[in-house]
């Protein structure tokens, strides 16, 4: 019984943190085969949170960056 408790107080907090994610994909443009890859969060999904990417040519990376909170990082 111990034992459970003090693994509950360990384990809590780190299964309480944290938001989670979902993966968005955007054409641009289909022509160029160019599109956005960025990150919302499940819960506000016009909120965006984690890595984001524009490519070109399904490899090269335009841009790169990271959004937190929906401000850029």
């Known amino acids: 019984m111990k034992l459970l408790i003090q ?3 360990v384990l809590i907090p780190f299964l309480s943190q944290g938001q989670q994610t979902k993966k968005v994909t955007k054409i641009l443009d289909e022509l160029n085969q160019e599109k956005e890859v960025y ?3 499940s819960s506000d999904t016009a909120m965006r949170h984690g890595a984001y990417k ?3 040519y399904k490899k090269d990376v335009l ?3 990271f959004y937190k ?3 850029k990082d």
């Open 7 to 9: 693994l509950s107080i």
């Open 39 to 41: 990150y919302v969060l």
């Open 54 to 56: 524009q490519i070109k």
């Open 63 to 65: 841009i790169s960056g």
């Open 69 to 71: 909170m929906g401000a």
